[in-house]
């Protein structure tokens, strides 16, 4: 409805050229900014994965095996830190992923030290595993759809909640519940969640290349891509080691 107020009528217009070019200057910034790819975010993975696997591997050729538990907490805080953060951070990414493989590297050479090959079976386990998921995904034999990822995000905060109230207990009263009967029944259902939670990350890449995201959003799809897959790693190290002790 038009004001009688010239002043008002004025401001109005003003307001909503105002609004209209910020809503230009946003589509345009979209369409000459450099979109994700598949490429570009493959070699962030990578880039990725070469921290974890530099971390890891300083770790256990120096034998600080120790260096497992405080890399733990502050990988979980690096990766709250990176999950929550509305800024794409490169340099975060890189520093969780160094401190995720001094955790894994510790992990992994204390449990080898206990039963000599469980590392190389966790390995070539999540390698297989990543695989059979990715070709589920890509065959299309597991659809992402609102209802999945509704399901899968309830029942991993589910389970996350669960695993740091059992590292509490573990702590501060020397039972986990993962040394009961049934450890190894909750510890494969850490490995199915960690397993299907990659097809969640399989299709954040895919939509983002699909319809041309920002550059910079290679970086959060490589982070959470690298996330589940170091926490499938220790799913099924964990998994291992339960069986080894029986």
Do not use: C
């Not at 405080?70 to 490169?90: C, D, H, I, N, T």
């Not at 390995?123 to 695989?131: D, N, R």
């Not at 550059?215 to 799913?235: C, D, H, K, Q, S």
């Amino acid at each position: 409805m038009a004001s009688h107020n010239p002043a008002f009528n004025q401001s109005m217009r003003s307001g909503l050229a105002a609004a209209n070019q910020n809503q230009v200057d946003i589509e345009f910034d979209r369409m000459t900014s450099k979109p994700m790819t598949m490429e570009g975010t493959t070699s962030k993975v990578l880039g990725m994965f070469l921290a974890v696997l530099v971390g890891a591997g300083a770790t256990w050729y120096l034998e600080l095996y120790s260096l497992f538990f405080p890399a733990m907490f502050l990988g979980l805080g690096l990766g709250l830190w990176a999950s929550f953060s509305k800024k794409v951070r490169p340099g975060l990414y890189m520093a969780y992923a160094l401190v995720q493989g001094v955790f894994i590297g510790g992990i992994s050479g204390l449990l080898e030290s206990f039963y000599p090959g469980i590392v190389q079976t966790a390995v070539i386990g999540t390698f297989a595993t990543a695989g059979t998921m990715f070709a589920a995904y890509r065959f299309g034999w597991i659809k992402v759809d609102q209802r999945f990822t509704r399901f899968m995000t309830f029942a991993v905060t589910g389970y996350l909640v669960f695993a740091l109230v059992n590292l509490g207990f573990a702590m501060f009263a020397g039972i986990s519940i993962y040394s009961s009967p049934f450890g190894w029944l909750i510890a494969l259902v850490g490995v199915g969640l960690a397993a299907f939670t990659l097809n969640l990350d399989f299709e954040v890449i895919s939509q983002g290349v699909s319809q041309r995201w920002p550059e910079e959003m290679e970086w959060r799809a490589a982070f959470g891509l690298t996330a589940t897959l170091i926490w499938l790693y220790v799913e099924i190290l964990r998994l291992l080691s339960i069986f080894n002790q029986n």
